[in-house]
């Protein structure tokens, strides 16, 4: 090979100057993005975000369930065009994924609940705003998404329930899901090492911390106070920890509850927790819209059963009219096309949402998006299928259980 053969195989890149592009650039993959995340975050702060409760055995078991699957792909199919678009609660979507609720997302970066909102209008797809977010139901309908959804914890204040409710309906919000898995708090035991507190408190720990990572307190000390901005009308704004804030849920909710919200609701409605196939039953008899199949990513009940072993059978119990969305350990595209496989509408992200967010605002969301969206399309296509709706018609035989 000669000298100027050499050449012509060396090709130097143009240096980005946007240090956020040049980030995101070298993030291939969600691993990549949680790496970024926690060299930002403080230690305890990255605790809260990474963590489950006690053991974290079901945190590891969603990972583990999803990536049980195999893949048995059909050959010799034009997947030339590839469709992503889906229909879920009456709303065509381009593609089957939504952001979930997050509780603390200012926590994580300044920016919050209103850039992760933003990030998913950008790109069409549903927001669901948390009853403990850090910013409210108005200024996310406002400033963050056209059309947010409103995640509930049942309050044992019932008129801050039925107030919260009229507001996500005064707001414009037209899905109300409600979470039914949180009659008690999760013992997260990586909060309660590290004393996670909302708003942050300055430790001995955490002023260790300001020295390892300036550019997030300085980001925090320049943005506003830390809130729940939904609930600060009708409580005070006391220190609160990731367990006792729970406190302030109700335990004592019953299927009454549920009957008393659908009267008041005049939106789609959605239960959101690790419902089996009689409780998902009862839910559509209650006139509930969907399933939003949860086990909170592993921060509730340890050793629950993987959100991805209920849909299948709760499927096959409330048929194909009811809507099933699921969550907890999404992290992959080919996590969406088993999901999708076994009888889902839709997957949801959480913790690999705030991975983003942590690491680059907006910009980073947007990013885990198209990372999610672009892994899907590729599988869809190595499988030899190009719709959602292929995917699922074929979809026993081309996703299979090797212990089946």
């Known amino acids: 090979m000669r000298l100027s053969d050499v050449r012509k195989l060396i090709r130097l890149r143009r240096f980005e100057l946007d240090q956020t592009r040049r980030l995101l650039a070298r993030c291939y993959d969600l691993d990549d993005l949680r790496r970024a995340a926690q060299r930002r975050l403080p230690a305890p702060v990255f605790g809260y975000v990474d963590g489950g409760s006690d053991e974290e055995i079901t945190l590891a078991a969603n990972h583990a369930a999803l990536r049980r699957w195999t893949f048995q792909p059909r050959v010799l199919h034009d997947v030339t065009e590839t469709d992503l678009q889906v229909r879920v609660l009456d709303r065509v979507l381009p593609a089957p994924l939504g952001l979930a609720p997050t509780g603390f997302t200012r926590l994580v970066h300044q920016a919050g609940e209103g850039a992760a909102a933003r990030a998913a209008a950008s790109r069409g797809l549903p927001y669901s705003l948390s009853t403990v977010g850090t910013t409210s139901i108005e200024e996310v309908a406002r400033n963050g998404h056209h059309d947010p959804w409103f995640q509930l914890y049942v309050m044992r204040d019932r008129n801050i329930t039925r107030a919260l409710i009229g507001r996500a309906a005064a707001a414009g919000l037209a899905v109300l899901e409600i979470t039914v898995d949180t009659t008690a708090a999760g013992r997260r035991l990586r909060d309660l090492r590290t004393g996670v ?45 990731v367990a006792n804030i729970a406190e302030k849920f109700d335990p004592a909710i019953t299927w009454a509850d549920i009957d008393t919200i659908r009267a008041l609701w005049p939106g789609k409605l959605l239960l959101k927790g690790p419902l089996g196939p009689s409780d998902a039953v009862h839910a559509v008899a ?59 509408d839709m997957c949801m992200i959480g913790r690999a949402y705030l991975y983003g967010l942590a690491a680059a605002g907006q910009p980073g969301v947007e990013h885990v998006i198209d990372l999610l969206l672009a892994q899907l399309r590729r599988t869809m296509q190595l499988l030899g299928v190009t719709s959602v709706t292929e995917l699922r018609q074929h979809g026993d035989d081309l996703v299979i259980d090797p212990e089946r």
Request: aromatic fraction near 4%.
């Open 197 to 241: 507190t909302m708003p942050p408190t300055l430790s001995p720990r955490s002023i260790l911390g300001i020295a390892v990572r300036p550019g997030y307190w300085i980001s925090m000390l320049r943005g506003p106070a830390l809130e729940f901005a939904s609930l600060t009308p009708y409580t005070t704004q006391e220190l609160a920890t």
């Open 286 to 344: 209650a006139g509930v819209d969907g399933i939003h199949l949860s086990n909170h990513g592993g921060r509730q009940l340890d050793r629950c059963i993987p959100a991805i072993d209920l849909v299948r059978p709760v499927r096959e119990a409330v048929g194909e009219h009811c809507a099933i969305i699921v969550d907890s350990g999404i992290r992959h595209g080919a996590d969406i096309a088993v999901a999708l496989a076994r009888g889902a």
